[in-house]
């Protein structure tokens, strides 16, 4: 089974413009994260794909792998499957740009999901993180999942889901982290296929693959993402890469 790590890299984000090109410690984020990535060993090949120049060239000066994307992309997984449509590999990991601190044992999780599951009726698979905090619970920046008996999910949403009708029912919040691992079977007929009506009202790509029947296995982590979505996120990074 040929796994790799797909990181795609868009330079321009709304609420922090350029954030994958900020210094921390004497590199960008991207490529601390393309770094992290290499350093699991987990993957057979590791790309950064992105539509900016400078992210291209930040990475292939120092000597890793970046494709630019040929076309403009409204997701992350239709900038990945543009990527790797002509390339041999079964399983694709979309690993955050913005995310450099990644944490070896979730993407194991994921892997292994693929592993075990000889009868491939895993389509995707990704991470979940329990919330108990009642702000984080109600933030609609945190995208949350509900899923069934065998992990697989049922509905993503930036609302509160469940909505707690009653208490103390045994009910947990899960946080969907956005790490997915695709098969590329997968990957594609998503890349191909339109978007629907309940991806466009929550602006959640996950959604496309549960209109269409695509089957997401849920992992639950004790190990939540360090992501740098704002400035302040990106002092939290220094200071946590200063105590490394």
């Given at each position: 089974m040929k796994i790799i790590a797909v990181i795609p890299a868009r330079y321009a984000s709304t609420r922090f413009p350029a954030k994958l090109m900020q210094d921390l410690g004497g590199k960008s984020v991207i490529l601390r994260t393309y770094e992290a990535a290499l350093a699991t060993e987990l993957f057979n090949d590791v790309f950064v794909v992105t539509d900016s120049e400078l992210i291209f060239d930040e990475i292939q000066k120092s000597g890793g792998k970046a494709i630019m994307s040929q076309k403009e992309h409204e997701s992350g997984s239709d900038r990945i499957a543009e990527a790797v449509e002509h390339m041999a590999v079964d399983v694709v990991v979309n690993v955050q740009g913005d995310e450099p601190f990644i944490d070896q044992k979730p993407l194991e999780q994921l892997i292994e999901i693929f592993k075990q599951d000889i009868e491939k009726k895993v389509d995707l698979a990704s991470l979940m993180f329990e919330i108990k905090e009642k702000e984080e619970i109600d933030n609609p920046n945190n995208v949350k999942v509900i899923v069934d008996q065998q992990g697989f999910a049922l509905y993503f949403s930036r609302s509160v889901i469940p909505y707690p009708r009653a208490e103390n029912v045994g009910v947990r919040y899960?946080?969907?982290?956005?790490?997915?691992?695709?098969?590329?079977?997968?990957?594609?007929?998503?890349?191909?296929?339109?978007?629907l009506s309940l991806e466009a009202s929550e602006k959640l790509e996950q959604l496309r693959y549960l209109e269409y029947g695509k089957r997401i296995r849920m992992v639950e982590t004790q190990h939540g993402s360090i992501?740098?979505?704002?400035?302040?996120?990106?002092?939290?990074?220094?200071?946590?890469?200063?105590?490394?």
């Open positions: 899960m946080k969907h982290i956005g790490i997915y691992a695709f098969r590329k079977e997968a990957l594609m007929d998503f890349y191909r296929l339109p978007m992501g740098i979505d704002t400035p302040e996120d990106l002092e939290k990074a220094r200071n946590i890469l200063k105590i490394m």
